[in-house]
């Protein structure tokens, strides 16, 4: 009878272990520095990150019922946040908002789970999901966000922008300096400033760009069947190059000659004396190069 009890107790005791976190309702202030890193992972619902003007973050939300364990780590200048789920092939949405330094280093990470990063200026951020939407409208030195199947939003103030989809569309803007941007099947927008370098590459989605390149920097943009435009100013010098092998090639910058060989059109002309360069090539898309 004894040993019934215990079984009995010990069942108990397991059971409300394994739902001490699902549904709970979190709450939770730390003491923070302004330039801390922290880092955040969801699997599945949303990430909302928000930038304020303290010297705390504070992490307020609800857990979904497969929530096992909400690891957190904080010292005055880190802070770690991970939803720990009993099951990963059937998990629950958990949504939580972070409130951090405008200055803190972020990186979020999400399976399915959407994250929207806002109001913060700091050095860097990253975020990644696989087929969540991932929305950004923040000022960063240096910003890298990726994902599968989700969505890419950015806008705002970056000097170096790495971005990447398989099969998610991109709208980036707010661009400077260095940007790379790589999708498969999803469709890019891109709108920037003076670019040191930019470089595009896609399969079979469509590409428009608008930029402007410096003096010694490089645009390069690669296409299998996507269409590229790319706008530039009236005024962009450099040395324009366009291959295309069964696309369409239309250009402002000079003239298009056909393939001396085979099938396939090109364009070579040269701009003033600088040494930029603005080279783009496409298989079976079609190729636009245009001033503004």
Known sequence: ??????????????????????????DKNWDIDANATISIENVAGNIEIRGWDRN??????????????????????????????????????????????????????????DIDISDLDNEKLTANSVSGDIDVRAASRRVSI??????????GDTARMSAETVSGDMNLSGLAGEVEATTVSGDM????????????????????????????????????SGDVT?????????????????GRISTDFGAVEPAK???????????????????????SGNIRLKHD
């Open 1 to 26: 009878m004894k040993m019934a009890n215990l079984r009995t107790s010990t069942l108990i005791m397991m059971l409300l272990s394994a739902s001490a976190f699902a549904g709970q309702s979190v």
């Open 56 to 113: 705390q973050a504070q992490l307020t939300g609800e857990l979904g019922d497969s929530v096992d364990e909400l690891e957190i780590n904080a010292t005055s200048s880190s802070l770690q946040i991970s939803v720990v789920n009993r099951n990963q092939r059937n998990v629950d949405s958990t949504e939580l908002k972070l409130m951090i330094p405008r200055g803190a280093t972020i990186d979020a990470s999400a399976v399915s789970a």
């Open 146 to 155: 990726e994902t599968v199947s989700g969505d890419l939003e950015f806008s």
């Open 189 to 224: 927008e891109l709108q920037a400033g003076l670019l040191d370098s930019l470089k595009l590459e896609t399969v079979s989605g469509d590409v428009t760009a608008v930029a402007e390149v410096s003096g010694n920097g490089r645009l390069s943009a690669e296409s299998m």
């Open 230 to 246: 790319i706008v530039l100013p009236a005024s962009q010098n450099g040395m324009f190059r366009a291959q295309s092998f069964s």
């Open 261 to 283: 060989h085979g099938p396939g059109s090109h364009l070579k002309y040269l701009a003033g004396s600088n040494g930029a360069e603005v080279k783009v090539e496409s298989f």
